[in-house]
């Protein structure tokens, strides 16, 4: 099964990994596609399917929503980095952290 998309699929999948700290070769070993593969997905020289894109994802700890997602791609490395670490915060630990940006965006007079 082959994506048809308007978008540069190379360059998000280049810009993701690269914003993770991986190399090509990282990325292979992470989701069983061979270097040369990822290489030529890279370079547009080949049209990702559907399961080698859920398996970047995966690997990349994003959605295939998030991959496509146009406000993904604008969001600057900082705030993803927040994001991902964000999803491993159990729900009590996400209310201290939303209570300490709200205080930190909104301050209480006193």
Do not use: Y
Request: aromatic share 2%; glycine share 2%.
């Amino acid at each position: 099964m082959e994506l048809v998309l308007n978008m540069d699929v190379g360059s998000r999948l280049r810009q993701l990994r690269k914003s993770k700290h991986l190399s090509e070769r990282d990325l292979a070993e992470l989701t069983a596609i061979s270097q040369p593969v990822i290489n030529r997905l890279e370079n547009n020289a080949r049209i990702a399917d559907v399961d080698s894109l859920n398996r970047i994802c995966a690997a990349l700890g994003i959605t295939l929503a998030e991959f496509f997602s146009d406000q993904a791609q604008e969001m600057p490395p900082e705030v993803r980095q927040i994001l991902d670490k964000a999803h491993k915060l159990t729900p009590r630990q996400l209310k201290i952290l939303n209570d300490v940006l709200d205080e930190w965006i909104e301050p209480k007079e006193k």
